[in-house]
């Protein structure tokens, strides 16, 4: 693989840092908890093409690959941008597979949809539990809850996973009504996907999705870095900086090996989409590095900043929310294990030597 960036890809990530830099980050306005969804950072992303990235000219996108949306998505982990880019992205790629007439508003902004793939209660699955979609006239209805579902108060539209009789099936609920995250029992839609076909694009969309998600990890990584070896030269404690001290500064090296290994995980994950390889054994491997190096960095950040990485109104706490939630969605560390353990069997055992 060649992990060379080229100038066409430089010139994406540098229109996307500018455009991040005019909406910058900031403590929630509503205190602790997730912030609201920003609809004029939507519409500028929306107007940088960030929505139809991936997607044909033919539907209004650009014809870039999964490495374009990792680039896109680190410029926004960097500036600390909290926002639904993993989700929609998600929820386009469905409607792509299934050849959908809505693709075009949500890659023009016009409409947000959204994925409602957990449920309460339950460890996440790519298949649906306890929710079932019955046919009822041209339209199917819903039982059960499904959530939480971030920004999902703001969706226009939901892609909703259900259990029918054909298996898994992929349901659009239009003005859907979502309240602190939940879609409650008895939401009324029509079939996108149903049986194999549904479950093949959803493997499909969550490694793309997973790719925006490293790359917004990682670029929270190198920020939270960056903030870090900053202080550590600036700080001074005893009349010296505080990179002075050893101690300190072998735990900053850690960092930065840790940093590398995510670098190194994700673009190979990036790679690997853009390539065809959808496998969720790749996905789950990239996202257990992922996840233990952003818990890494993320604490330590805060721990070498000592009082000032607590406070609400420096950056460092933001990134590590942000790394966190980052962390647990889709999948937590313990469901990519999990997920990567039940493969062992179908490989060759291995004898140690000695």
């Known amino acids: 693989m060649d992990f060379t960036i080229d100038s066409e890809q430089r010139a994406l990530a540098q229109a996307v840092r500018e455009m991040a830099a005019r909406h910058p980050s900031g403590p929630s306005r509503t205190g602790a908890g997730p912030k609201p969804h920003n609809a004029d950072l939507w519409a500028a992303m929306a107007d940088t093409g960030l929505l139809g990235l991936p997607f044909g000219e033919e539907v209004g996108g650009f014809g870039a690959t999964a490495v374009e949306v990792f680039l896109a998505a680190g410029e ?35 409409a947000l949809a959204l994925p409602a793939l957990a449920e309460p209660l339950r460890a996440f699955a790519p298949v649906p539990g306890g929710v079932q979609a019955t046919q009822s006239g041209e339209g199917w209805v819903l039982e059960g809850a499904k959530g939480p579902i971030p920004f999902g108060e703001s969706a226009t539209h939901l892609i909703v996973s259900a259990r029918a ?9 239009d003005a859907p009504q979502v309240t602190d995250g939940v879609l409650g029992s008895g ?42 070896t900053d202080y550590l030269k600036t700080r001074k404690q ?54 233990r190096t952003g818990r890494h960095i993320g604490q330590e950040a805060i721990q070498l900043h000592g009082g000032i990485g607590m406070t609400a109104e420096y950056a460092v706490g933001h990134l590590t929310a942000l790394l966190t939630a980052v962390e647990h969605t889709y999948g937590d560390v313990t469901h990519h294990v999990s997920s990567l353990a039940a493969q062992i069997e179908g490989h060759d055992t291995v004898r140690l030597l000695g």
């Not at 989700?87 to 007439?101: E, K």
């Not at 969550?206 to 917004?216: I, Y």
């Not at 670029?219 to 870090?228: D, I, K, V, Y």
């Open 187 to 228: 939401q009324r839609g029509r079939l996108l996907l149903s049986g194999a076909a549904a479950a093949e694009s959803l493997n499909r969309a969550l490694a793309l999705a997973s790719v925006a998600l490293a790359g917004q990890a990682l670029g929270a990584m190198e920020s939270a870095m960056r903030l870090t």
């Open 76 to 110: 926004l982990g960097q500036a600390g941008l909290s926002t639904a880019y993993p989700d929609a992205l998600l929820a386009a790629q469905l409607l792509a597979d299934a050849g959908d007439d809505l693709l075009s508003s949500v890659i023009g902004g016009e």
């Open 165 to 173: 009789e054909e298996g898994t099936v992929l349901v659009v609920v």
């Open 238 to 291: 005893f009349g010296v900086p505080l990179a002075a001290f050893q101690a300190l500064t072998h735990r900053a090296a850690d960092m930065y090996v840790s940093l590398e290994l995510a670098r190194s995980s994700a673009m190979f994950l990036a790679m690997s989409v853009a390539e065809g390889d959808t496998d969720p054994a790749t996905v789950s491997r990239a996202r257990v590095v992922l996840s």
